[in-house]
């Protein structure tokens, strides 16, 4: 679609928004006043016309080319949305403001009429967790470059059976019919996780520009694009977590889990001396173009306390070079890893990184 459409596209499809949501205000009103006089059928058919009409607008407008995520992907974005689909989730994405270390962003699950917009601040050099359509994350966002009219962005998109909550602080959701669209926000994220935090208040200017990337963000970039970093994120959640898992709450979850009581090496006396109750990472170099992401965990037993995963980066090629288990990991390939974590999370308290 040419450029001069797509702008065109776009302004139909705010006017028609507007317009839509004004019908929908009357049509309300008018099944309540309908109902105060016991008739209220025939609004009931309005405000169902009305819907019917205003969902084959949207999609009408949102028929557009669509960027889809197979994997991640580099993306310039710019005042002018971007369609992007991921996973059965659609939204469109722009450009809307920088400063010296962020770019803010407006995402808005499609069809727009019906979801909230939302602001999302992206960090220079970090991943920013966002939930487009769910409770947990399955979108990450990198910023990668900006100037004062658009953004290069990596598109990211993360499994949401992972279990990673969005970032919460730098999600504002916006009223997407009110002119100067960045007024009036309140801290929430885009979609229905349950924290909600203080939204950070970012800073705007148009002259100042991003300094270069150093090799430790780089390594950093290239570990947050892989499926490792995220796997490694909930560990890290799941260990700092078991010092709630009590004796009560561990038998009867064992109990719970697996059909019988917990004996011999099982019991929380034994389990609760072997699982980590740390996990941390470091980031160290090797050379110039080559970095090690290194995971410990610590326990109370030698043979659970030390490197759990050392994952190899290429800064050049952007890519994974080696991955060692060791450890709690011994021996274990990215899907035995994986799988610890579905089944610690299936048992849906503190206790589940012991008892898996």
Same mark, same amino acid.
Request: hydrophobic residues 35%.
């Given at each position: ?190 979609? %229905?996780?349950? /924290?909600?935090?203080?939204? &950070?208040?970012?800073?705007?200017? =148009? @002259? #100042?520009?991003? +300094?270069? $990337? ?74 110039? %173009?080559?970095? /090690?992401?290194?995971?410990? &965990?610590?326990?109370?037993?030698? =043979? @659970? #306390?030390?490197? +759990?995963? $050392? ?46």
């Amino acid at each position: 679609m040419r450029l001069g459409l797509r702008r065109e596209y776009i302004f139909c499809e705010r006017i028609i928004i507007g317009v839509v949501y004004l019908l929908a205000e009357y049509g309300v009103a008018l099944a309540l006043e309908k109902h105060r006089k016991r008739n209220s059928r025939k609004s009931l058919y309005l405000v169902v016309a009305i819907i019917i009409i205003a969902v084959a607008a949207a999609i009408v407008l949102n028929g557009g080319k669509y960027t889809y995520l197979n994997a991640s992907k580099s993306l310039t974005i710019r005042q002018t949305p971007t369609l992007v689909g991921m996973n059965g989730a659609y939204f469109a994405i722009s450009f809307h403001s920088y400063s010296s270390n962020r770019t803010d962003l407006l995402i808005s699950e499609l069809p727009i009429f019906i979801q909230p917009e939302a602001l999302v601040s992206v960090g220079y050099g970090n991943a920013t967790h966002v939930n487009i359509g769910g409770k947990y994350a399955n979108l990450e966002i990198k910023l990668d470059a900006a100037t004062p009219s658009s953004a290069n962005v990596t598109l990211i998109p993360v499994d949401p059976s992972l279990g990673i909550a969005p970032d919460s602080a730098y999600i504002t959701t916006i009223n997407p019919f009110v002119a100067g669209r960045n007024q009036g926000s309140t801290p929430v994220v885009i979609s %229905n996780a349950s /924290t909600t935090q203080t939204t &950070t208040s970012i800073a705007s200017t =148009s @002259t #100042t520009t991003i +300094a270069q $990337e150093t090799n430790k963000q780089k390594a950093m970039n290239v570990l947050e694009r892989s499926t490792y970093y995220s796997l490694m994120q909930n560990y890290t959640e799941m260990y700092a977590n078991d010092s709630s898992c009590t004796s009560a709450l561990y038998n009867s979850s064992y109990n719970t889990h697996y059909g019988y009581p917990p004996r011999g090496l099982y019991t929380y006396q034994n389990t609760s001396l072997v699982v980590p109750y740390k996990m941390n990472m470091t980031l160290n170099s090797s050379s110039t %173009n080559i970095y /090690t992401a290194i995971y410990r &965990t610590y326990s109370h037993e030698s =043979s @659970t #306390t030390g490197m +759990a995963l $050392e994952v190899g980066l290429n800064i050049t090629s952007g890519t994974i070079i080696s991955v060692v288990s060791d450890g709690v990991f011994y021996g274990d390939n990215f899907t035995t890893i994986f799988n610890g974590f579905k089944m610690a999370s299936s048992v849906g308290n503190a206790c589940g990184i012991m008892i898996a």
